[in-house]
C-alpha cells in the first residue's frame, strides 16, 4: 500500500518489511515501478515504533494546537496564483 501524502512525498506499508516507510519519490520511466521510484530521504518506522508515534499524536496536538489546525497549502484559494506566489 503506498499513499500520497505531500509533494513527492508517500507513505508505504510492504508485506514484506515489518514497517511504515516515509519516503520522497521521484517520476521515472522504469516499468518495474510504474511511473515513480523511491529516493534514499525518507524514514522508515517499526511496526512498534509506529504504535508509539500513533498514541503521541493526540498529546502533540494538544501541546501544539497551530499544529493539528494546520492544512497544506493546495487547500487555499491562493496556491495557484501567480501573483500570490
Aim: aromatic share 16%; charged share 20%.
Amino acid at each position: 500500500m503506498r499513499q500520497h501524502i505531500s509533494g513527492a512525498h508517500y507513505v508505504s506499508v510492504a508485506s514484506g518489511y515489518r514497517c511504515v516507510d516515509f519516503r520522497k519519490w521521484f517520476q521515472s520511466y522504469d516499468f518495474k515501478y510504474g511511473k515513480i521510484r523511491p529516493t534514499k530521504k525518507g524514514v522508515a518506522l517499526h511496526l512498534n515504533e509506529w504504535a508509539d508515534l500513533y498514541t503521541l499524536v493526540d498529546m502533540i496536538n494538544i501541546a501544539y494546537p497551530s499544529l493539528a489546525s494546520a492544512e497544506p497549502c493546495y487547500y487555499g484559494d491562493d496556491h495557484m496564483n501567480q501573483v500570490r506566489w
